[in-house]
């Protein structure tokens, strides 16, 4: 066994010495690890940091947004008053979404991603640009999973895209609509500023007026694939949950429903139930904008994350490569070795060995070796 180990032998490897151990150094977890001291409990000082820098960033993402408002729509003479529930759930959202993002962002393991992130940004701008494309936007990462769920992601990311892009400057009176010089002429102007103007009948009207429709179109088929998926896939139906995984697909179906009712209800109806599908349209809305920041539909902020991840891969690749403890092969970069033992110092994870032949750390052992010697000290335990 030792010549599988040159470095570090089989009895230095156990964290207890075993019966016939003898006068053989064992194997120790210390008492306190080298630097930086890790906390095992969560400190209330620490906390009520967090809690406060997560308030202020709160407040700091609502008064952007209220500030937007007033600025955007000109003092708010540009501002639809029938909007402002929408306007105020908007305000109230950006809070709750600036104070879970920063509490998120504080914990070690996002803290180092993103702090690495800002640092490699400048070092790899092309890699930066060209990951934001393929994960944020064609989220390619999904199509090496599944065609039929890279298209059913597509069609709702792409749908809830579309319809966040023309409803918030709608709503915030950051966009508006005035008629021009003759009743079938309308003009688009944008904080203010006309930047186009189109004729009520032509083809650029229709698909203007239509785009919120467009987008529940293409939600509607992304819901109907989640929902085929989740129903006959014996895999998903094992491990999903109704709050992580069926409410958020209820709350984008129930959002989408009511808004293309609305559209039927003036369009075919005549406005019937015109009044009532607003108050129930806003109350979906209201629903999903306040689900965003506490559910599973975070993921989209999170997903900035994989951005810092694909920097972080390639400066591993390019920057010195850490050598295995016992095997003396390179295994992965020094940088994220060196990182991982910090990130699990801040967790409260002492993974620092005194052996006799100084400390060790087990970030500092390839996995192959660990499973080598997790074999090892199995077979000393039962006596082998």
Known sequence: MNSNFPNLSPTDSQARPSKD???RAPLQWRDEPASP??????????SNKTALLALLAGLAFAGLVAAGIYLGSHGLRDFDPALTWYAVASILGAFAV????TVWVQRPPSRMYFKRGLELARRYPGLLFKSSGKKMAAQTFIKERSSYRWIMHLCLSGGCTLAFAVTFPLVFGWIHFDVGAVDT????????VQVREFNVH???????????????????????????????NAGVRAVQSFTEDILPLLIIFAVTATGLMLTVSYSFM?????????????????????????GKLFHMFQRLCSVCVSLYKKAGEDGPQADCAVCREPF????????????????????????SKG?????DICPKCRRRLLAVNQGKTIGR
């Open 359 to 363: 400390e060790v750390h087990y970030q």
């Open 202 to 232: 032509s083809l650029e009207a229709k698909v203007m007026f239509n785009l919120l429709n467009i987008s529940a179109a293409l939600v509607m088929v992304g819901l109907v694939m989640a929902g085929w998926r989740r129903l006959t």
């Open 37 to 46: 001291k890790p906390s095992q409990k969560p400190k209330p000082l620490q």
């Open 21 to 23: 151990a003898g006068d």
């Open 332 to 355: 992965a970069s020094q940088m994220h070795v060196d990182d991982l033992k910090v990130v699990l110092d801040q967790l409260g994870f002492n993974y620092r060995f005194a052996t």
């Open 270 to 294: 005549e406005g019937r139930g015109h009044g009532f599908l607003v108050w129930v349209h806003l109350l979906t809305v209201v629903s999903l904008i306040f689900y965003i920041p506490f």
């Open 98 to 101: 600036g104070y879970r993002f």
């Open 185 to 192: 002429l309308y003009q688009v102007k944008v904080f203010g």
